[in-house]
């Protein structure tokens, strides 16, 4: 069984940058589509970012296209987000997660492991 565990997160002033990383264990990582998923305090989960299991594609949700880039290393078994340009409004509960299937979702409940999340907390 995979387990994945988030690090990275933190406080940043507007304007800032933060790399999130999602470590995995288990030897199988590389047939996970894996996402970024995030929540706010009072609000459904919501989809960021999410890449295919070769990692040459990814998927952004509008509010962070253009800003925050997702990538991986299947030997290292590790997914990262590089968020650029923080926002205030992008304050939330990161998590990463991982689908055993060839496409990607936007939707939580299509993804079969999650992460305990990194706190992401952006000051105006």
């Known amino acids: 069984q995979v387990q994945l565990v988030e690090s990275g997160g933190g406080l940043v002033q507007a304007g800032g940058s933060l790399r999130l990383s999602c470590a995995a264990s288990g030897r199988t990582f590389s047939t996970y589509v894996m996402g970024w998923f995030r929540q706010a305090p009072g609000k459904e989960r919501e989809f960021v970012s999410a890449?295919?299991?070769?990692?040459?594609?990814?998927y952004y949700s509008d509010s962070v296209k253009g800003r925050f880039t997702i990538s991986r290393d299947n030997a290292k078994r590790t997914v990262y987000l590089q968020m650029n340009n923080l926002k205030p409004e992008d304050t939330a509960l990161y998590y990463c997660?991982?689908?055993?299937?060839?496409?990607?979702?936007?939707?939580?409940?299509?993804?079969?492991?999650w992460g305990g999340g990194a706190q992401v907390t952006v000051a105006s």
């Open positions: 997660a991982g689908r055993i299937a060839w496409a990607y979702s936007t939707v939580p409940s299509h993804y079969d492991l």
């Open positions: 890449l295919s299991r070769s990692g040459d594609t990814p």
